[in-house]
């Protein structure tokens, strides 16, 4: 039964997007100028070295993180998958992310996901734990007891009125640290899908209505202050868990605004043997829609680089 509903879910987004233009990464424009004026910075390297420079790109962790602020980091850990199979984030990004919160003073970062496989088995096997082991006041934990969530309201939801979230996201700096890889149900997941591991009933997104909808109003109410994606692997079929086909595209996509992180990662690999742009992704362009962040490519300054 999973295994139709992936493909089914796989061919309709195939089917959807099939009417528009192709583009790729190397279609992508390419600003150089001074970090506070490029909306997104593009670096390619290894996970670490390009982590850090695509933070220094963007003007440097300071400018996000002030010394004594909670801080919250939320990689995609949901899977117990090791890091080759690109279903979590790489653990020498998230380490380099919350290294540089502890450089600038932060007084305490929580590596949080609500994992969708036994808990321990996630922290042990994405290699996240042991990589962020000796970061002083750098705790990474899995969360799966409700008392951990608190219910607030969504003002401008269309499907979603209300939805309980991680009481640690009160008061605290968000900064989403999201993997590449395919979706049986939205066709990737990205930054925006990946909030979805900071809530607790994930299964109204599934069940009671349009999930793409559903993921537009979260991203309404949950905003991180920094989105710095993954890619330095793309699960490109097999999505969200694998296995499936792998790329390595050795990239890191960092900016402020969710949904051009999430359409530019959108182009950079193909995905299920096709490119795609990010208005063809459907909870990306409704998020567009409800003033969420800007979804053209083009129209954005990129600073890129090479760690």
């Known amino acids: 039964m999973a295994g139709d509903t992936r493909d089914i879910s796989r061919r309709q987004f195939l089917k959807a997007t099939a009417a528009g233009v192709t583009i790729g990464l190397a279609g992508y424009p390419a600003y150089l100028g001074a970090a506070e004026e490029a909306d997104l910075a593009v670096i390619s390297g290894e996970p670490a070295a390009a982590t850090r420079k695509a933070l220094e790109t963007l003007g440097g962790i300071g400018r996000f993180v002030k010394k004594g602020q909670r801080v919250v980091i939320k990689p995609n850990m949901s899977f117990a998958r090791t890091p080759e199979y690109a279903a979590t984030t790489h653990p020498l990004v998230v380490f380099a992310v919350a290294q540089a919160c502890t450089e600038a003073g932060a007084g305490e970062v929580l590596v949080l996901d609500y994992t969708l496989q036994r808990a321990e088995l996630c922290l042990e096997r994405t290699g996240i734990r042991e990589a962020c082991r000796n970061l002083r006041g750098v705790h990474v934990l899995a969360v799966q007891e409700r008392k951990f969530f608190r219910e607030i309201r969504v003002p401008r939801g269309k499907v979603l009125e209300r939805v309980e979230i991680m009481k640690d996201l009160i008061d605290s700096v968000l900064i989403n640290v999201p993997v590449a890889k395919s979706h049986s149900s939205t066709g990737v997941s990205l930054g925006l899908k990946g909030l979805m591991g900071l809530i ?30 993954d890619a330095t692997r793309a699960l490109i079929t097999g999505g969200p868990g694998g296995p499936g086909e792998v790329r ?12 051009a992180v999430d359409s530019y990662g959108v182009g950079i690999v193909p995905w299920y043997g096709q490119n795609f742009q990010g208005r063809q992704v459907e909870h990306l362009l409704m998020a567009h829609q409800r003033g969420v962040g800007k979804i053209d490519v083009e129209k954005l300054k990129i600073a890129k680089g090479t760690a």
Do not use: C, S
């Open 200 to 229: 607790w009933d994930r299964g109204i997104f599934h069940y009671q209505f349009n999930i793409n909808q559903g993921i537009a109003d979260l991203a309404t109410v949950i905003k991180p202050q920094l989105t710095v994606l």
């Open 248 to 259: 390595k595209p050795n990239l890191i996509v960092a900016g402020v605004d969710p949904v």
